[in-house]
């Protein structure tokens, strides 16, 4: 191997690495976690809400109720008042029975009232606090829909950019010598990504550890075409002179 070969091989792996660091940072925005923790939120809100409403409902059927009832109890009061005033009854003692029974469906419609009053008071705070769980949920919403627009540009920012270094990759291959890829695609596979590595002062800057003195004596030594590996890593060292 000759030294433009390492070069090559350098420059390839700087391309993959940058390519490997643009995917990353795309699959880690912190547009991502900004809309895990949305999501947390309104699913906590959304519960708060179903407990609240499940309340509210049943306050407001219990007023529905009472309100049918006072409006059928009304509408009775109007009919029994119609039969006593209308002059189709005559008889003392059945007058006097319609009119007990109006003043004791106007005692029943008070009754009525002051329940249905009772109940618009028990459900005013559950209204309260769902109109309040609506606004913040809503505001949730639009937090979301920002954030899932800045995630898209972001998204799409990087795509562009992680394609055109791509598109650098065929020209960057072919300059490498086939034995020399062959090798540099293996060890790539299971040495996360980095395969090659700078020997630098002694020290392999892939895993960042010193080679031992007699270790990089016989590296120095060896041929400038020479495949030499990290014996701590096991990747491919370049060595000045190569």
Do not use: W
């Amino acid at each position: 191997m000759s030294a433009p070969d390492f070069d090559a091989l350098l420059a390839l792996q700087d391309l993959d690495t940058h390519i490997d660091q643009e995917v990353h940072r795309k699959a880690q925005l912190p547009e991502r976690a900004e809309l895990a923790e949305l999501e947390r939120v309104m699913g906590q809100a959304q519960a708060s809400r179903a407990v609240v409403a499940a309340a509210l409902g049943e306050v407001a059927s219990r007023q529905e109720a009472a309100e049918r009832e006072l409006k059928a109890t009304e509408d009775r009061v109007v009919q029994v008042n119609r039969r006593l005033y209308g002059g189709t009854v005559t008889a003392s003692r059945e007058l006097q029975a319609m009119a007990e029974d109006v003043e004791g469906l106007k005692n029943r419609a008070s009754e009525l009232e002051d329940k249905v009053l009772a109940f618009m008071e028990e459900r005013e705070p559950f209204d309260t606090e769902m109109a309040s769980l609506d606004r913040k949920l809503a505001e949730l919403a639009d937090r979301q829909q920002g954030t899932l627009e800045r995630l898209s540009a972001a998204e799409t920012e990087l795509g562009a950019a992680i394609a055109a270094l791509a598109a650098q990759r065929p020209g960057a291959v072919e300059a490498v010598p086939q034995p020399l890829l062959t090798a540099y695609d293996r060890l790539r596979s299971r040495l996360g990504g980095v395969a090659v590595a700078r020997l630098v002062g002694g020290r392999c800057d892939g895993c960042h550890l010193s080679l031992p003195a007699m270790e990089l004596d016989r590296i120095r030594h060896q041929n400038a075409g020479s495949l030499e590996t990290c014996e701590q890593c096991g990747r491919i060292l370049v060595i000045a002179g190569h």
